[in-house]
């Protein structure tokens, strides 16, 4: 029914900085939240950082003042601006969108495949 996808990965020098994008596509009806989670080899993943429709959005303390979420609600795309990488910014990032659909009524949480960041020093 929804098919996110993430773009924008790859590597980088520290200190440098990429911009990640998630569309999403299918039958959307509305979106609720949208956000950026991490997960590094042998840790849980994490949330980085997540923008509600409403607009307010909230960071990971670690990315405070480093990413910037943000969001085209006509192309129903978020984007992670991230700044000043450092080397344990290294992770598969993954998009992740809670929708509602034509179909149903109730709000469901979608996923992309992930696209690899990695941040050498």
């Known amino acids: 029914q929804v098919q996110l996808v993430e773009s924008g990965g790859g590597l980088v020098q520290a200190g440098g900085s990429l911009r990640l994008s998630c569309a999403a596509s299918g039958s959307i009806f509305s979106i609720n939240a949208m956000g950026w989670y991490r997960q590094a080899p042998g840790k849980q993943r994490e949330l980085v950082a997540i923008?509600?429709?409403?607009?307010?959005?909230n960071y990971a303390d670690y990315v405070k003042g480093r990413f910037t979420i943000s969001s085209d609600n006509a192309k129903n795309t978020v984007y992670l601006q991230m700044n000043s990488l450092k080397a344990e910014d290294t992770a598969v990032y993954y998009c992740?969108?809670?929708?509602?659909?034509?179909?149903?009524?109730?709000?469901?949480?979608?996923w992309g495949q992930g696209t690899q960041v990695t941040v050498s020093s």
């Open positions: 923008i509600p429709s409403g607009g307010s959005t």
């Open positions: 992740k969108a809670t929708v509602r659909t034509y179909h149903y009524t109730n709000y469901q949480d979608y």
